[in-house]
């Protein structure tokens, strides 16, 4: 099967899984916006964005600790609603556009 139409399947698949969950989406959606550390996570990384970037900006702007970042960070991994990418230094974070 070529690559294409492997992505079309796999976007298809997606859709399909989007409008069955729709409602579940949604409530998770206003919980996680609902928390403004969240929300201000997922709007510093909309593109790949350095650990220690997010985190001090969303600190500052949102008057917390990078600790208490950095718990939501892993927070929101674990929902699905952030990814990570690399190890060390070199992490960086952006939003799976989920939420």
């Known amino acids: ?5 492997v992505v079309e399947r796999l976007d298809r698949i997606l859709s ?8 579940k989406i949604s409530e998770l959606r206003r919980s996680v916006r609902g ?3 969240d929300a201000a996570i997922l709007d510093h990384a909309l593109d790949w964005t350095p650990g220690g970037d997010l ?10 600790t ?5 718990n ?14 690399g190890a060390g230094r070199a992490t960086a974070y952006r939003s799976t556009g989920l939420i």
Not at 16 to 23: E, G, N, S, T
Not at 66 to 70: I, M
Not at 74 to 82: E, K, Q, V
Request: no cysteine; hydrophobic share 45%.
């Open 1 to 5: 099967m070529e690559n294409d139409a």
């Open 16 to 23: 399909i899984l989007r409008v069955a969950h729709a409602d």
């Open 35 to 37: 928390h403004p550390v």
């Open 55 to 64: 985190r001090q900006g969303v600190a500052k702007d949102a008057g917390q």
């Open 66 to 70: 990078e600790r208490n970042v950095n």
């Open 72 to 85: 939501r960070i892993a927070d929101l991994i674990a929902l699905g609603a952030l990814e990570k990418r």
